[in-house]
């Protein structure tokens, strides 16, 4: 008999403890609600009434399931509103942060940039990730749509000047880098909005004021009255020398503000003449308000102000942002010191607390204990004692039974009568045996891993048609769970 005719028999489709890692587990999203940690209630929060959390775990604990789940449970409330919904963005992908920022300082390795990351980066690149889909989505570049909003150009547009404006200068600071100033003028025009910097025409007004001089002076030298004439070539040179001036002016400002943008914005592979050509297509009183010129946070809350803004006009109320993996960037590697450089910015509890934001932190537990041994001004800046924080992710064993029998039923051809965990052991066994067993593994990943163990060891040893796992395997295999929890 082999493994699957094992399963076949207990009415199984597939080993419900062959994955490790949540991202690649078909099981975990088949379950549903089952898997969840009882915190995940108080981790998750109301959506209508957004809230932070601040989770800590263990590896193999359960963040990522976490994230994947609450993915799941805005999917779900988003599909059953019609307003009030929130945008989801997943803050994981720390390793082209961090290499951004190694590019853009010249950084000689990515610890020096590590080192160096700012509230400023982190918003940043979570704005990147969404303001070019919502520029595509505007544009009707492609399928991907960020937002179910319904034709949300039409709903844009109709919304008023001020929030147009608003979505236009999310693009100018945070949009694609090669096509980026090109869309500025596509999105302008999507938009309905007027308006530029006044160079190009204060240069036009110069030449074609220019010209008229010109002309005026020659033909001074051949008709009377020359004086007149001399006088009106006067006129236009002066008018033409006075709109090269506000030309001039003009390129400076717009120079200064892009320059300003390009050392601000480090997460954004854009040139300053890239930024300088999208901001000569508003007017320069605009594009200095507010805008990413320093890595402040004031400018970057104003940005998050302007997304919440366009959101709300496609009836979306809020932004969920989960967190996760923060120990597993390259240059990170698990190092303590290098995940509290990266997570410790995202700490402020301006961040955590701002009108319209869920922030969702899943953190490894070495951070939470180092946390623990830091000075009050740290705890004034981060106030974890207001953002839900859950200090350990903590499993029993009666939780990790109810959890696999979850993952059972998700495995079954029939979830109805689907069998408990221990029924796939023998009847002295028993569910109290099963779940001490469970309780000394701690984390579903070291829960899935003895399970698994527990039919190799049966398929390597049971007679055929043995219909469940001995007693004898059933200790064996934790005894070794055990030893090597000891060893960790």
């Keep these: 008999m082999n493994l699957s005719q094992f399963l076949g028999r207990h009415g199984l489709e597939s080993n419900p403890f062959s994955a490790e890692e949540a991202a690649q587990d078909p099981v975990l999203t088949q379950s549903g609600d089952s898997c969840r940690h009882p915190d995940f209630a108080k981790i998750f929060g109301e959506p209508t009434h957004p809230s932070p959390a601040v989770v800590f775990g263990e590896r193999g604990a359960g963040k990522t399931a976490l994230r994947l789940q609450m993915e799941s449970a805005y999917r779900a409330y988003n599909k059953a509103q019609s307003d009030n919904r929130v945008l989801v963005l997943d803050h994981d992908n720390f390793d082209n942060m961090i290499g951004r920022i190694a590019r853009h300082e010249r950084f000689k390795n990515q610890s020096a940039a590590l080192e160096s990351i700012t509230l400023s980066d982190h918003v940043d690149i979570l704005l990147h990730s969404i303001v070019p889909q919502l520029v595509d989505q505007l544009l009707g570049v492609n399928d991907r749509a960020p937002l179910t909003a319904v034709n949300f150009r039409k709903v844009l547009r109709k919304s008023s000047a001020l929030v147009r404006r608003e979505m236009l200068l999310l693009q100018i600071a945070y949009d694609h880098t090669a096509i980026a100033a090109k869309r500025t003028r596509q999105l302008k025009s999507a938009l309905g909005l007027g308006g530029s910097s006044g160079s190009q025409t204060a240069a036009n007004w110069a030449i074609v004021l220019g010209l008229f001089a010109l002309v005026m002076a020659v033909m001074s030298l051949v008709q009377e009255p ?96 989960l967190v996760d993996r923060v120990d597993e960037p390259t240059t990170v590697a698990g190092d303590l010191e290098h995940m509290r450089s990266l997570v410790v910015p995202l700490l402020s509890s301006r961040f955590l607390q701002h009108r319209g934001l869920a922030v969702k932190l899943l953190l490894p537990a070495e951070l939470g204990e180092l946390f623990q041994r830091q000075d009050a001004a740290f705890f004034k800046a981060a106030r974890l004692d207001k953002q839900n924080a859950i200090e350990r992710l903590q499993w029993t064993g009666s939780m990790l039974a109810k959890m696999c029998d979850a993952r059972i039923r998700a495995s079954s051809s029939r979830p109805s009568s689907a069998v408990p965990i221990e029924a796939l052991f023998d009847t002295n066994v028993g569910r109290p045996k099963v779940e001490e067993a469970l309780a000394s593994c701690a984390n579903p990943r070291q829960a899935c891993r003895m399970m698994y163990a527990m039919l190799q060891e049966h398929m390597a040893h049971a007679e055929s048609g043995v219909k469940t796992i001995s007693s004898a395997t059933f200790d064996l295999v934790r005894q070794r769970n055990q030893v090597r929890g000891i060893r960790l």
């Design 226 to 321: 020359r004086r007149a004439l001399l006088a009106v070539a006067g006129l236009l040179a002066a008018g033409s020398f006075a709109m090269g001036w506000s030309w001039l002016r003009c390129q400076a400002h717009v120079g200064v503000l892009a320059r300003a943008m390009h050392r601000g914005i480090r997460c954004v592979s854009r040139t300053a003449a890239s930024f300088r050509e999208s901001l000569h297509h508003i007017e320069i009183n605009i594009g200095s308000a507010s805008m990413p010129t320093d890595r402040g946070d004031d400018s970057r809350f104003a940005m998050l102000d302007r997304l919440l803004a366009v959101l709300r006009a496609a009836n979306y109320s809020s932004v969920a942002i």
